[in-house]
């Protein structure tokens, strides 16, 4: 499925050394990668632990960067203003925990200046993001988690591409996001059901040559997006 939206390659910061982010950070935007992609996790709402807006602030003293923050808590709107003043650039809450005041969360969002995304665990339909992306303050990009929301380096669930072509073939425009196990084996399936906002850890910062992966992401993409 063609795509008409620009690739962004987006490099997940859970695989990186967290004693030095700022460096890794930079690392990654010299080797080309589009956003940084932040994983802020509860402990609650996914079994692990790791940063909040305090490392987002430490951050954003280092790098322009765009950061892609996704929201794996069970009560997003708590972090939308800290993360606001600390710089965050993208929030992305999970529509699990957000049925009820998704509208006022977004608004929330809009208003901190940072741009409002929805992510989706595999085992939620599809179509529970569809009221997100209608009305007059829509989310600006959906995420597919393709592997279970949590840990780095599992295995990408391919049948989670149906989401995304159901998305794709419903939202032209959309920038739809794929997180979990994608890398040179698997980003061609991700891309041609028309994925462009590529989150990927172990297979970036694992590589002898991170460059080349995330040229190798983007060109996937770009492909799919001439070839549909
Ligand atoms: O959100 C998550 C995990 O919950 C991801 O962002 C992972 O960090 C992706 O890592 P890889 O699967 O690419 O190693």
Redesign the pocket.
Known sequence: MATQVEPKIAP?M??SDFANLASEADRMVNFGADWL?M?IMDGHF?PNLTIGAPVIESLRKHTKAYLDC?L?VTNPLDYVDQLGKAGASGFTFHVEVSKDNWQELVKRIKSKGMRPGVALKPGTAVEEVYPLLEGENPVEMVLVMT?E??????KFMPDMMDKVRTLREKYPTLDIEV????GPSTIDVAAAAGANCI?????VFGAQEPAQVISLLRASVNMARITG
């Open positions: 997940s859970l695989s992609h994983d996914v996704h794996m592997v929301p949590g840990f780095g380096g599992q997180d979990g196990g994608l989150v990927a850890g172990s297979s």
